[in-house]
């Protein structure tokens, strides 16, 4: 079934909502992505992002805790090339988004399943050649695209479970919103995330009258913002 214009405009705002939230992890601190410290003996300076204290938490994204080694090239005038480049601290370079490459596992991690029209989607996302690399970016094309991949996959994992048979309350939606932001971004969502989520469940998806659908927009709206789209 094909989204309206309006409902589509009102979805994409709610994604402004919702990524505007998002700031890059360069206060230095190391567990600033994941919101979860260093787990011991993950060794080689990297973080598992696993949570210590909830062995049953949604496993979050690896972590740089360390400072790589560097090499050092001389150019022809005797000068080093790294002289003028500027170190960052470890953890700054964030909100990169995810390759195209990686969305088949992101969304079986997140759902438990891969929506079928992914497959046949790398066009949209300027998917890279075989053996090339290039850095992502989207575009229009590939954001309404991601939506659209994002609701198929919302609305099989929505159709069946018991947790989405009643229309969402203040209550209902601010645990499944949590919980499903939680797993999506591999951190814990700020209190105005879960605000605006549950906003959109509850009040802004009100006409929607079939009650799985509507829980299918609110996970298409989490599946669709940057914080899921970058890592």
Not at 19 to 43: E, F, I, K, M, Q
Not at 101 to 122: F, K
Not at 171 to 179: G, K, R
């Amino acid at each position: 079934m094909k989204l309206s214009l309006a409902r589509h405009l009102g979805l994409l705002a709610t994604l402004g909502v919702l990524g505007a939230c998002a700031a890059a992890c360069g206060d230095g601190s190391p567990d600033a992505l994941t919101g979860r410290g260093n787990v011991p003996g993950a060794g080689d300076g990297m973080n598992n992002g696993a949570n210590p204290d909830d062995p049953n938490a949604a496993p979050g994204a690896l972590e740089c805790t360390v400072k790589p080694d560097g090499r050092s090239y001389v150019l022809f005038d005797g000068s080093k090339l790294e002289a003028t480049r500027i170190n960052e601290n470890v953890g700054v370079n964030r909100a990169r988004l995810k390759p195209f490459t990686v969305m088949q596992g992101e969304y079986q991690r997140v759902l438990g399943l891969v929506p079928a029209s992914l497959a046949a989607a790398g066009g949209s996302f300027d998917e890279a050649p075989e053996r090339w690399f290039a850095e992502a970016q989207h575009s229009g094309v590939s954001l309404n695209a991601i939506f659209d991949i994002s609701f198929e996959g919302c609305l099989q994992y929505t159709k069946t479970a018991a947790d989405f048979a009643a229309a969402p309350t203040t209550e209902t939606a601010t645990t499944a919103c949590t919980s499903l932001m939680r797993k999506a971004w591999s951190k814990t969502p700020a209190p105005e995330e879960i605000d605006a989520c549950t906003t959109l469940a509850t009040t802004k998806l009100a006409s929607e009258p079939d009650v799985r659908r509507r829980w299918t927009y609110v996970c298409a709206s989490v599946l669709s913002s940057s914080q899921f789209l970058t890592f």
